[in-house]
């Protein structure tokens, strides 16, 4: 069985390596910002698949490691905004301070969205232009913002599981998602694991933030590195406030199963991806 956590650990740290190469230069406040938000550390999923996709359909890591780079950007520039007083008002992000906190508010809106521009500067390194598209579809209102809108326009009103189901494919699954495929573009992936690909990262999308729903309610702020029990109080939609905790945690173990179907032609090529939905539904940050 797979050390998940350890062989994570180790690709989280091969590509903070790899992320120093795309950091932005400059010694201006929003410079500053971008570089603090970005080397802030987190579990680095949404890269570490790109590159696994990549090796698993037999390309060169390094020809993926642009777009590595551009996801993980702009999901850090999601999280700026995000933490921001007019969205969720958090105050902690990854065991620090949230960018606002620590370079105000002015500033860190403009970091999220140099990040964002960066985002595909860097991804064009790549010379692969399907996978800016698929970038910018994931990134906008067909994907996360689209998401983002779902959320905040539902608070305090209730959702059925279908509308939470889209939430959740956008908001949180649609970088996911896109983190998979464009591995599976830089490496010129055939058809049959491209679809895999796809059915992995749609049900993995759902699983990630339904642990996080989880953990929301079962977790600390010490252990997550971000605020806990936020949700409850602001009215937000969350698999827990739909289904109860005993249920949701019946469904990411559903979920987890999915994913693992999906990919298991290809688990002795990539033990990690394999693995890797067990040890969402098992963890505990």
């Not at 970005?38 to 698949?49: D, E, T, V």
């Not at 020809?63 to 933490?83: F, N, Q, R, T």
């Not at 010379?127 to 326009?153: N, Y």
Request: proline share 4%.
């Amino acid at each position: 069985m797979t050390d998940v956590q350890g062989v994570l650990k180790e690709q989280a740290e091969r590509f903070e390596e790899m992320l120093r190469g795309f950091l932005p230069g400059g010694d201006g406040v929003v410079a500053q910002a971008m570089r603090y938000s970005l080397a802030g550390g987190g579990k680095r999923i949404r890269p570490i698949l790109a590159l696994e996709f990549c090796k698993l359909n037999g390309g060169d890591p390094a020809k993926a490691a642009p777009l590595a780079a551009a996801i993980e950007m702009i999901h850090c520039y999601s999280l700026i905004h995000d933490d921001l007083p007019c969205m969720d008002n958090d105050d902690l992000r990854r065991g620090r301070l949230s960018c606002h906190r620590m370079f105000g508010e002015q500033s860190a809106l403009l970091a999220g969205d140099a990040l964002l521009a960066e985002a595909f500067t860097v991804a064009a390194q790549a010379d692969c232009m399907p996978a800016i598209v698929v970038l910018a579809r994931a990134a906008g209102e067909q994907g996360m913002i689209g998401g983002q809108w779902i959320d905040l326009s539902h608070e305090n009103k209730r959702m059925n599981r279908a509308q939470l189901e889209e939430m959740n494919q956008k908001k949180t699954g649609a970088l996911i998602s896109a983190a998979c495929e464009l591995g599976c573009l830089a490496a010129g992936a055939a058809p049959e694991k491209l679809q895999a690909a796809r059915r992995y990262a749609d049900a993995l999308g759902l699983l990630f933030q339904l642990t996080d729903d989880i953990l929301d309610v079962t977790s600390s702020p010490e252990v997550l590195g971000k605020s806990a029990g936020k949700d409850e109080a602001a009215g937000k939609n969350t698999w827990v406030s739909l289904l109860g905790l005993d249920r949701a945690r019946a469904a990411a173990k559903e979920l987890a199963a999915l994913a693992r179907h999906a990919i298991a032609p290809f688990a002795e090529e990539d033990e990690l991806l394999f693995c890797l939905p067990q040890w969402l539904v098992e963890r505990e940050y």
